[in-house]
């Protein structure tokens, strides 16, 4: 077990899945009213890991056939990375707060087709997964690999595990614009530093 390419791989995820999006409203308002949600998040966590996993072993597979696939994932990659740090700094200042209005689903058939909608219904959670986060696993050897796919899903269950069980305690402070701010800020610097290190 390789643990840098391991926390490499667990940064990385983490910054992509801590984005504010509908996936984690969703998640997150269950976790506040206390609703359903093992299944919310036992599906998030099912997902990512069958995604990550494809993307990250599918994509070597890739490279083996055209090698130059690795040079133009990496570059590509730093590329998406800069653009993402990028759109979460401006997240950051629109100063705004997400809490726990909106819809919760109290009936468990309801709330698993929900979130699974939720979920692949979602363009970017194939873009996230399968492609980039595939794509950078891909380039490491068979053993970091590994590594690196542990990293990623480990994030997915550090993350989904702790807003859904810990939506309730985190009421207060998610409800703070500047929260989020800090989120977002902290994401951003976490992108471009690894946009840095594959460019270097």
């Known amino acids: 077990m390789n643990w840098f390419?391991?926390?490499?791989?667990?940064g990385i995820a983490l910054g992509?899945?801590?984005a504010i999006g509908a996936q984690n409203a969703h998640v997150l308002r269950q976790g506040i009213?206390?609703?359903q949600v093992g299944v919310s998040v036992a599906v998030c966590i099912i997902l990512?890991?069958?995604?990550?996993?494809?993307?990250v072993y599918g994509m070597g597979a890739i490279i083996e056939l055209w090698p130059p696939f690795e040079s133009v994932t990496r570059i590509g990659g730093a590329l998406f990375l800069i653009g993402f740090g990028a759109?979460?700094?401006?997240?950051a200042?629109?100063?705004?707060?997400?809490?726990?209005?909106?819809?919760?689903?109290e009936s468990f058939w309801p709330a698993l087709w929900t979130i699974v909608g939720v979920s692949l219904l979602n363009p970017h959670v194939y873009?996230?997964?399968?492609?980039?986060?595939?794509?950078?696993?891909?380039q490491y050897g068979p053993e970091d690999q590994f590594s690196f796919a542990v990293g990623a899903v480990s994030a997915s269950w550090v993350w989904f595990l702790s807003l859904g069980y810990g939506a309730r305690l985190l009421r207060p402070t998610f409800e703070n614009p500047k929260a989020w701010t800090i989120l977002d800020v902290g994401i951003g610097l976490v992108m471009w530093s690894i946009a840095l290190t594959l460019l270097l």
């Open 93 to 105: 200042f629109k100063n705004q707060a997400l809490g726990g209005e909106g819809r919760v689903i």
């Open 87 to 91: 759109m979460c700094f401006r997240s």
């Open 5 to 10: 390419v391991t926390f490499s791989g667990f």
């Open 127 to 138: 873009l996230d997964t399968l492609v980039f986060i595939g794509s950078l696993g891909a």
């Open 48 to 55: 990512d890991t069958v995604l990550m996993s494809a993307g």
């Open 16 to 18: 992509l899945i801590a």
């Open 33 to 35: 009213a206390g609703h």
